[in-house]
């Protein structure tokens, strides 16, 4: 299967420690977001980046919150000083950008974060 | 991007066709209508878009109204697998980095 994949699929850690996930998008797709979705709510929009270039934050993306997408493949998303507030699902997804497919958005699984 | 309104739920019987509204009163001309649905513990997963034409594919159909404030997405022989939150969501295809805004969604309830 070459579709995105997250890592890990779930961190339970305590509050004040950092965590990271990691997010492999489609091979081609020169896009990549993240995403966060609380119970109940609809996946909030975070940061995007095409290529290595990160192009768009939310106000979500606090200063605690850093994503990363070095070499314009795979991409992590750092969170220091974790909150219990930061409990939610950590979705990532890649496209293709303009020019190219129907601007689908293709999600993996998402990273499941508690914060104890 | 305009704003989209579905009603929060919806239940359906498994084999009949469900059909989920959308209210996008406020949709600019070049603006798209996509939908996404997502199955618990999964990610969201495209289902379908359009413009003005309505639309089919293995997954379902679109019908756009011709003055485009609202549509409607037809699964035309519901199973229990389509039990999931559906997603409604305009905005300007290939533009602003194709970021999808997700609202709150129908959880649609497909019953044996």
């Known amino acids: 299967d070459t579709g995105v994949s997250q890592n890990p699929r779930h961190k339970i850690t305590k509050r004040g420690q950092n965590v990271t996930f990691r997010c492999d998008p489609i091979s081609e797709h020169n896009r990549l977001y993240w995403y966060r979705q609380t119970l109940g709510q609809g996946p909030e929009f975070l940061t995007y980046f095409q290529n290595e270039a990160q192009l768009e934050k939310s106000r979500l993306l606090s200063d605690r919150f850093s994503a990363e997408r070095p070499k314009g493949s795979f991409s992590t998303l750092e969170i220091q000083r974790t909150e219990q507030g930061d409990s939610a699902m950590y979705l990532c997804?890649?496209?293709?950008?303009?020019?190219?497919?129907?601007?689908?958005?293709?999600f993996g699984e998402g990273s499941r974060l508690t914060v104890l | 991007d305009a704003k989209t309104t579905q009603p929060p739920s919806m239940d359906c019987a498994e084999g009949r066709a469900a059909n989920l509204p959308c209210n996008h009163s406020t949709i600019s001309g070049n603006e798209y209508v996509y939908w996404y649905r997502q199955i618990h513990s999964q990610g969201p997963q495209y289902i379908i878009h359009g413009l003005k034409n309505n639309e089919t594919n293995e997954m379902a159909s679109l019908i756009i109204t011709e003055d485009r404030k609202s549509s409607t997405l037809i699964l035309p022989h519901a199973t229990l697998r389509d039990t999931a939150v559906y997603y409604c969501i305009v905005r300007v295809a290939n533009a602003d980095g194709n970021k999808l805004v997700f609202g709150a969604g129908t959880i649609l309830r497909v019953k044996s």
């Open positions: 997804a890649s496209s293709l950008s303009a020019g190219g497919g129907t601007g689908e958005l293709f």
